[in-house]
Each structure stands twice: as structure tokens, then as C-alpha cells.
């Protein structure tokens, strides 16, 4: 092989390298976004589920609970609470620019509070 082609080989093999190692930086980089609202998604979720359950816990406490908005290091949850038997209960988290709702649907029976129904909502 002479000199020259030594090069040309050279140069082909670093640019193919070059455009995978960036290949590889995109993907990584992608993936890192894409993993962090999924956190982030994941956390407003929990938020707005603890809000349905600080309400559960209150309504067993006080039956004419009317819901209130609890404030973390993470975001807020609104609680409302509608109904007289079954109850609706609705917790809207926030926590970013991410927002998620769960509804439950709770009812009374002889001083008991069951649970019919829980669910995300939109």
C-alpha cells in the first residue's frame, strides 16, 4: 500500500468512526430527555394518587370533607371531594409542566368507606 492510500484509508475509517461515535451521543442524549418525563410523569401520578388517599383518610376521619390542596417539595395536589354517597373524590397533581388526575368514587356502608372505583382521568 502506498503512502497516500494509507491516508485515504485512514481518513475513511476515522470519519466512519466519527459518525458513529454521534450517533451514539444523539441516542444517549434522547433517551436521557425521554427518561426524565418519564420521572417526572411518573412523579405527578404518585402526588395526585397520595391526594386521593389523604382524602380517603380524611373522609373516614370527617364524612363532610370537602377536599383541600397539599403542597410537597415535588408540586401540589387540588382535592376535591363532591357527592354524598358515593363520594367523588378528584386529586389533580401538578408538578412541572406535568399534570395527572385520579378519580375515585367512595361510598359509605354502615360506617364503612368502600372504594367502587379508582382511576386516571384526563
Do not use: C, H
Not at 391526594?51 to 382535592?79: H, K, M, V
Not at 371531594?81 to 388526575?101: E, L, Q
Request: net charge neutral.
Amino acid at each position: 500500500m502506498k503512502a497516500g492510500q494509507t491516508l485515504t484509508v485512514l481518513m475513511v475509517v476515522a470519519s466512519i468512526s466519527m459518525a458513529i461515535v454521534g450517533t451514539a451521543v444523539a441516542v444517549i442524549a434522547t433517551n436521557s430527555g425521554a427518561g426524565a418525563k418519564s420521572a417526572s410523569g411518573n412523579a405527578t401520578l404518585n402526588l395526585a394518587e397520595s391526594g386521593a388517599e389523604e382524602a380517603l383518610l380524611q373522609l373516614l376521619r370527617n364524612p363532610s370533607y370537602a377536599g383541600e390542596t397539599l403542597t410537597t417539595a415535588a408540586g401540589t395536589a387540588t382535592i376535591t371531594v363532591t357527592g354524598t354517597n358515593p363520594k367523588t373524590i378528584v386529586s389533580s397533581a401538578t408538578v412541572s409542566t406535568f399534570r395527572r388526575k385520579i378519580q375515585v368514587d367512595a361510598s359509605f356502608t354502615g360506617g364503612v368507606l368502600t372504594v367502587t372505583s379508582w382511576q386516571e382521568i384526563n
